[in-house]
């Protein structure tokens, strides 16, 4: 059972900052790749950040230059560094692991239940 917790959300005024952190737990093989992605309800569901297991990492344009992602892989741990946030950057945010419980099996994805962030103009 792989287990996907996320933290650090809450409430920040419009131009303020957050961090969110996301640990992974249980029988894990090998984490593939790990990131971010955000939902408001009525719209689809955002990819926001990603960092591969070998460290590079992506982002969204929307995010660029505001957020930064990073990992501590012995703890099976990612950041999300929230700052200039913005009221558009309001959503539920979900962290989002592809992982292998055994070496031979195909990876597969795991989601945490989100954390909320609400940026108040």
């Known amino acids: 059972q792989v287990q996907v917790v996320e933290s650090g959300g809450g409430l920040v005024q419009d131009g303020g900052s957050l961090r969110l952190s996301c640990t992974v737990s249980g029988r894990i093989s090998r984490i593939d790749s790990m990131g971010w992605s955000r939902r408001v309800p009525g719209k689809q569901r955002e990819s926001v950040a990603g960092?591969?297991?070998?460290?590079?990492?992506n982002y969204a344009d929307f995010v660029k230059g505001r957020f930064t992602i990073s990992r501590d892989s012995a703890k099976n741990m990612i950041t999300l560094e929230m700052d200039s946030l913005k009221p558009e950057d309001t959503a539920t945010y979900h962290c989002?692991?592809?992982?292998?419980?055994?070496?031979?099996?195909?990876?597969?994805?795991?989601w945490g239940q989100g954390t909320q962030v609400t940026v108040s103009s």
């Open positions: 989002n692991v592809r992982a292998r419980v055994l070496s031979w099996v195909a990876a597969a994805d795991y």
């Open positions: 960092i591969s297991r070998d460290g590079s990492a």
